[in-house]
């Protein structure tokens, strides 16, 4: 039970980390938060990084995250 529960726990924290990374995507497209491109491209790449180490870390099957480096290359070169 322990195992699970410990794995329900990582997995909620991947979903929370997800959704950060759809607010840092979504503050790209917003008007008036050009000037801080880099910095939240920075942000977006450093959460993917987390997402995907912790994927790796406890063999979580791909489904629950998205995106990827390549995803955070093509959102930030816009």
């Known amino acids: 039970m322990a195992e ?3 794995k329900s726990k990582v ?6 980390l997800q959704v950060r990374k ?8 917003m008007q008036g938060l ?11 790449s450093a959460t993917d ?6 994927w790796m ?3 979580l099957n791909e ?3 998205q995106g990827g480096d390549d995803d955070v ?3 930030c070169s816009k």
């Open 49 to 54: 990084l987390i997402i995907r180490e912790i």
């Open 57 to 59: 870390e406890f063999g």
């Open 4 to 6: 699970t529960y410990r």
């Open 34 to 44: 050009e000037i801080s491109k880099e910095f939240i491209c920075g942000q977006l």
């Open 73 to 75: 290359n093509k959102t």
């Open 63 to 65: 489904t629950n995250t």
């Open 22 to 29: 759809d607010a840092l995507t979504a503050q790209l497209e």
């Open 11 to 16: 997995e909620h924290y991947l979903e929370r």
